[in-house]
């Protein structure tokens, strides 16, 4: 009995999350009430509070589920990348834009939340936010220092090369979910070819040689054509 309690107890705090993240993602934690996310999770006030302090600390679950979700899947396209190869580099940055521009657009309103100045009054969730943030240009400048070792550029300051790339992204994501312009692919194309012309002007001539008719060569798949 006690274990189908404790079970039942782990469903309800799941629907409550996942109630909560539809209506966070589609009306903003401002316009969502407790009472909502109970309803939708087809239970009671009640068994909300049991679950969880308020709905900050409701919000702060979801954010860290849905950019950690982000993170590992940009660290799984980084594993996929063939640093050695220049056109695999360029299809593995697009798809790393690609991944995160995505995430903002499916969860529109948690991540406006996030891009509002008025949330820093949380101070918990600006440090989560902006330590993400930093793990991400993390992984961005290791790719870059591959590509030092590689030979395939010469990049003195890998991380600030990442933090400038980085925030064209959360501008144009700010953007887009404001005007709903550019959609999340053109976006990261966008971003690609601005990243991409950085990595072209840190190239040494030998390899630019070599890189530049491949990037003419209408060979990339569909889906990464710049």
Known sequence: MARRTLEQLAETRQNLIDSATKLFSE??????QIAEIAA??????????KQFKDKEEL????FERIFSAMHDNILQARRQMNMRSPLDMVMGVQRTYEIA???FYQ??????GLFRSGFSSSGSMDDHFWQLC?????????????????GLI????PRDFADATFGMVLQ?????????????????????????????????????????????????????TL
Request: proline share 7%.
């Open 101 to 103: 521009f995505d995430t």
């Open 172 to 224: 144009l994501a700010h953007r887009m979910l404001l005007e709903n312009t550019p959609t999340p692919h053109e976006a990261a194309k966008m971003c690609t070819k601005f990243t991409l012309g950085g990595l072209i002007l840190s190239m040494p001539p030998t390899v630019l040689t070599r890189v530049l008719p491949l990037l003419a060569t209408p060979q990339t798949p569909t889906s990464t």
């Open 154 to 157: 010469t990049i003195t300051n």
């Open 134 to 150: 930093n793990q991400v240009a993390n992984e961005m400048s290791k790719d870059l220092e591959l590509g030092n070792q590689a």
């Open 59 to 62: 919000f702060l679950i979801i």
């Open 40 to 49: 939708a999770a087809g239970t009671g006030i009640s068994a909300f509070y």
């Open 27 to 32: 009306k903003g934690v401002a316009n969502t």
């Open 107 to 112: 969860h529109r309103e948690i991540s406006l």
